[in-house]
Nanobody
Framework: EVQLVESGGGSVQVGGSLRLSCAIS??????????MGWFRQIPGQEREGVAG???????TYASSVKGRFTISKDSAKNTLYLQMDNLKLEDTAMYYC?????????????????????WGQGTQVTVFS
């Protein structure tokens, strides 16, 4: 079983920064590695991809966040991060960490190339003016 726990959400003014963290823990027989990514969802809308680190190390971003958000992973700590800078009102959403043994690749429009098997509980990010 895979468990993902996000943290770091909160409220921030336009132009500010936040860093999200996602700790991954596994038990039992599991794949030795996971591809991971960040996703977000606004009530009433579909969940969209934000940034992903594929199992081969390929990093992908949705065009709406590219240049402002940075995804990284600390394998020793089994933790995924999302540094969010120059936040905009439209970045307000529930942010989720996702993991999958096959792949996590985010399209320019926020589409997801592979289905995600595991999800965290989400952390709210609110940007205000």
């Amino acid at each position: 079983e895979v468990q993902l726990v996000e943290s770091g959400g909160g409220s921030v003014q336009v132009g500010g920064s936040l860093r999200l963290s996602c700790a991954i823990s596994t038990s039992g027989y599991t794949h030795s590695r996971y591809c991971m990514g960040w996703f977000r969802q606004i009530p009433g809308q579909e969940r969209e991809g934000v940034a992903g680190i594929d199992c081969d190390g390929t990093i992908t971003y949705a065009s709406s966040v590219k240049g402002r958000f940075t995804i990284s992973k600390d394998s020793a700590k089994n933790t995924l991060y999302l540094q969010m800078d120059n936040l905009k009102l439209e970045d307000t959403a529930m942010y989720y960490c996702g993991a999958d043994p096959v792949g996590v690749r985010i399209g320019r429009n926020g589409g997801v190339h592979y289905p995600v098997s595991y999800w965290g509980q989400g952390t709210q990010v609110t940007v205000f003016s």
